[in-house]
């Protein structure tokens, strides 16, 4: 039990940093169930889905929400933990971030309508059914940083996106694992990274 309970308050306060980090509103009950979130992901296997979550989403909510609300709930976590952790580590992406963010908003939603303010919890899941992409983003920064380290290939990855893209995230992360960019080269067709 001491394990679990050090592994919760290792995860809370890893995700307090990043979202501070990210300039996420403070919110204690997300930071909370995100914290769990991660902590039940170290513990549990987890559970796999033999067909897409949209496909299995749409039949519980079309069976009866109210009865498969635990099922809706580990769609929506599953979603939530495979957009910000996984997705981006996998090199072979047939669906990406953005699917499993829209599966996670709908099944937090569906779960916000199904408590409606009867619960602590509905006002966790309506915060994550408006936008979950700030917090698929905080738990890719916190799988950068303490579960998948970067490789000489995810630089590459990130500093050709950079490129592309020039956006402030992979600047950012660039900087932090000692890749330089080179200020006189900031316009998007001429920028160097060395």
């Known amino acids: 039990m001491e394990i679990i309970t ?16 990210q300039r996420i509103p403070k919110d204690e009950d997300i930071e909370r169930y995100i914290a769990e979130l991660l902590e039940r992901s170290l513990r549990d296997e987890g559970k796999f889905y ?11 909510v079309q069976e009866s ?42 099944a937090y939603r569906v779960l916000f309508f199904s408590f409606h303010a ?14 979950l992409r700030p917090f698929a983003r905080a738990l890719r920064e916190i799988s950068r940083e303490y579960f998948f380290r970067a490789s000489m290939d ?5 500093s050709e996106r950079y490129m592309l893209r020039g956006a402030e995230e992979d600047r950012q992360w660039l900087l932090e694992r000692g890749v330089t960019i080179l200020p006189e080269f900031t316009d998007v067709k001429k920028r160097i990274i060395v």
């Not at 050090?6 to 980090?21: G, M």
């Not at 033999?50 to 519980?60: C, H, K, S």
Request: aromatic share 10%; hydrophobic share 40%.
């Open 50 to 60: 033999l067909q897409p979550l949209r496909i299995r989403l749409w039949e519980l």
């Open 118 to 131: 009867e619960n602590e919890a509905s006002h966790v899941y309506e915060q994550l059914s408006r936008d």
């Open 154 to 158: 995810d630089i590459a990855r990130v």
């Open 6 to 21: 050090r592994s919760f308050n290792f995860f809370l306060e890893l995700v307090q940093r990043t979202f501070r980090r």
């Open 65 to 106: 929400p109210g009865t498969r609300l635990t099922e809706i709930k580990e769609i929506g976590d599953a979603s939530l933990i495979t957009a910000g952790i996984f997705a981006p580590h996998m090199t072979r992406r047939i669906l990406g971030a953005r699917y499993y963010i829209d599966v996670g908003e709908c």
